[in-house]
């Protein structure tokens, strides 16, 4: 039987899943500036609170489908490194989970910020 990891020994493992994905993977770079210029845009314009937990719900789901199709691809490229249709298909897929995310973040941002920034504007 595997011995039980300590709770500290699980975060680290975690911990490390996150700083290699934002290290190693473009997309999840952009991702993650794009989250913190949001959230920055949101502190200086006063959004209230429930504003920005959505879009801390938002980023948040943008980030986790990043993590988790890092974690597919590097699945897929163990059980199948050569071409394959399933292969194909399970990637794709996981793209497209991050494309849905990035979507409606886009959207769920330009509900958010239109107001404020059009009052900013004075239009
Ligand atoms: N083993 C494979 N068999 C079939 N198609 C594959 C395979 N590996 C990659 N592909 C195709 O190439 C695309 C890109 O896969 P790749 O692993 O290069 O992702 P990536 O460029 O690292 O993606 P990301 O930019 O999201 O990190 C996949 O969406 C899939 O269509």
Redesign the pocket.
Known sequence: MKPRRSWSRVFRDAWSGIRETVMH???MKIHAAAGIAVLIAALLLRLPARDMALLLLTIAMVLTTEVI??AI?AA??LA??????L??KA??AS?GA?LIAAAFAVFIGLLVFWRPVMTLLGL
């Open positions: 993977e473009r997309n199709n890092t691809e897929v490229d199948a490194p050569e071409w394959h249709e292969a194909k990637k794709d793209a991050v």
